[in-house]
T-cell receptor, first 117, second 114 residues
Framework: AQKITQTQPGMFVQEKEAVTLDCTYD???????LFWYKQPSSGEMIFLIY??????QNATEGRYSLNFQKARKSANLVISASQLGDSAMYFC??????????????FGKGTRLHILP | DGGITQSPKYLFRKEGQNVTLSCEQN?????MYWYRQDPGQGLRLIYY???????QKGDIAEGYSVSREKKESFPLTVTSAQKNPTAFYLC?????????????FGDGTRLSIL
């Protein structure tokens, strides 16, 4: 079964600095997709960025980029020029297709990011 | 606006009582999901449904039940058999199968025991 590992339970970063949130995954599939979500203290889940296993370029969305290293099975999220509003919980997730039928998304345990003024 | 609506935002349950959490989406998505989140933890899958009138158990289905009679609706019932129901519950939907389809989430329901 697929598995997502986020090894940083919490991080403190100075405002305006770049920050990297780690995510490693385990899958035997050749075709897979990786997602990052942000969860502010209010609780809603906000989709940030997607990376496909066959994408040749690393995904970027504004200040978010994904450092995708397929051979290492890692998909780290990079936030450039961090802002106070980036303080939140961040989840890495992956599609898990079982027996070519059951299609679900699995999540890591998350990293809580604190941006310091 | 298209989206996912969860209600109520806060819910209190008495011992031995069943409660139902509502989840409605107008995104025309085929698949819908229920997750449980405990404080400081990740999301654990309770149930999911890929088409109407069909659903599958997730990792922590015991003490919960669902129905999927309409494409737009996927209510979750927390039964009295769920001994520790206090948590944040998130409903999500997805347009269908495909590696590049993200889930869209509702704003969640916080359930507490009285």
């Amino acid at each position: 079964a697929q598995k997502i590992t986020q090894t940083q339970p919490g991080m403190f970063v100075q405002e305006k600095e770049a920050v990297t949130l780690d995510c490693t995954y385990d899958t035997s599939d050749q075709s897979y997709g990786l997602f990052w979500y942000k969860q502010p203290s209010s609780g809603e889940m906000i989709f940030l960025i997607y990376q496909g296993s066959y994408d040749e370029q690393n995904a970027t969305e504004g200040r978010y980029s994904l450092n995708f290293q397929k051979a290492r099975k890692s998909a780290n999220l990079v936030i450039s020029a961090s802002q106070l509003g980036d303080s939140a919980m961040y989840f890495c997730a992956m599609r898990d297709l079982i027996a070519n039928r059951d299609d679900k998304i699995i999540f890591g345990k998350g990293t809580r990011l604190h941006i310091l003024p | 606006d298209g989206g996912i609506t969860q209600s109520p935002k806060y819910l209190f349950r008495k011992e031995g009582q069943n409660v139902t959490l509502s989840c409605e989406q107008n995104l025309n998505h085929d698949a819908m999901y229920w997750y449980r989140q405990d404080p400081g933890q990740g999301l654990r899958l309770i149930y999911y449904s890929q088409i109407v009138n069909d659903f599958q158990k997730g990792d922590i289905a015991e003490g919960y039940s669902v129905s999927r009679e309409k494409k737009e609706s996927f209510p979750l019932t927390v039964t009295s058999a769920q001994k520790n129901p206090t948590a944040f519950y998130l409903c999500a939907s997805r347009t269908g199968t495909g590696v590049n389809q993200p889930q869209h989430f509702g704003d969640g329901t916080r359930l507490s025991i009285l």
